[in-house]
């Protein structure tokens, strides 16, 4: 069973910093893509970045310049993938989710791709 833990949300400022972390664990590929969304209330979950196992980065034209994404490989039988946000701005806020299983990138990545997921972790950006 996979299971992806995510930790690193909070309340920040606009234009301060967050950096969330995701490790996913059991029945998981190396080869799978992992990514980050979000989802804003009243709002669709929209993709935020995502990234193969070569490296390959997709990011949603609203936060390209402000955040990164890097993952970690397989290590004792984990992927960790890592989101850091800067100059957070108020229309950042939501709540932010790990995921993994797709076999290739979206431009922006796409949630109907992913199969496994995290419970979420809330990102509150004030002005």
């Known amino acids: 069973q996979v299971q992806l833990v995510e930790s690193g949300g909070g309340s920040v400022q606009a234009g301060g910093s967050l950096r969330l972390s995701c490790v996913a664990s059991?029945?998981?590929?190396?080869?799978?893509?992992m990514g980050w969304f979000r989802q804003a209330p009243g709002k669709e979950r929209e993709g935020v970045a995502a990234?193969?196992?070569?490296?390959?980065?997709?990011?949603?034209d609203s936060v390209k310049g402000r955040f990164t994404i890097s993952r970690d490989n397989e290590r004792n039988n984990e992927i960790t993938v890592s989101l850091q946000m800067n100059i957070l701005k108020p229309d950042d806020t939501a709540a932010y989710y790990c995921?993994?299983?797709?076999?290739?990138?979206?431009?922006?990545?796409?949630?109907?791709?992913?199969?496994?997921w995290g419970q979420g972790t809330q990102v509150t950006v004030s002005s």
């Open positions: 995921a993994t299983g797709a076999n290739w990138l979206g431009s922006p990545p796409k949630s109907a791709d992913f199969r496994y």
């Open positions: 059991g029945y998981t590929y190396s080869t799978y893509c």
């Open positions: 990234i193969d196992s070569d490296g390959t980065i997709n990011y949603a």
